[in-house]
């Protein structure tokens, strides 16, 4: 697979991702950047991984909190600068994902919008399988757990 065709299939995918995790269009794009070009450098890699998507969205991951140490914004928490729809269903969802850690947002995220496998997410987030499961499995039931209290 030539680097133009990794590109093309995965660019979007992980400007989403960084866009999820950022919101910032400016610092999205130099990460962005810096993603494809580890990627184009380690292109001799790509053979040996068993999911190129979960092995560029793990770049894009360790690009991601390289940029912000070297920004110093690694202590602001993400969601803070988070841009956010003003549409009240964008606001709704974004509330009740305040209610979840970092990694349990992630995990949501990889698992039904990127629709990544807990496999893949593991690999990503250097966590256990079962950890990506059971942090699935508590965000959803927080989520629920929020909506219903929401309908009372």
């Not at 989403?16 to 995790?21: P, W």
């Not at 995220?109 to 508590?138: D, F, M, N, R």
Request: aromatic share 8%; charged share 25%.
């Amino acid at each position: 697979m030539s680097f133009e065709e990794i590109y093309t299939r995965y660019v979007n995918a992980v400007y989403r991702f960084l866009k999820f995790k950022l919101g910032d269009e400016y610092l999205v794009e130099d990460v962005l950047q810096e993603t494809f070009l580890a990627v184009y450098q380690n292109l001799h890699k790509i053979a040996e991984v068993n999911s190129p998507k979960a092995w560029i969205l793990t770049i894009a991951r360790h690009k991601l909190v390289d940029q912000l140490r070297k920004k110093r914004l690694i202590e602001v928490e993400l969601n803070e600068r988070m841009e956010v729809d003003p549409g009240p269903d964008h606001l709704f969802i974004h509330q009740l994902l305040c209610h979840l850690d970092e990694t349990a947002r992630t995990i949501l995220y990889g698992l039904y919008v990127e629709q990544l496998t807990c496999s893949e997410l593991a690999e990503i987030l250097g966590i256990p399988v079962g950890t990506v499961k059971s942090k699935a499995h508590t965000a959803r039931s927080v989520l629920q757990n929020k909506l219903k209290e929401e309908s009372v």
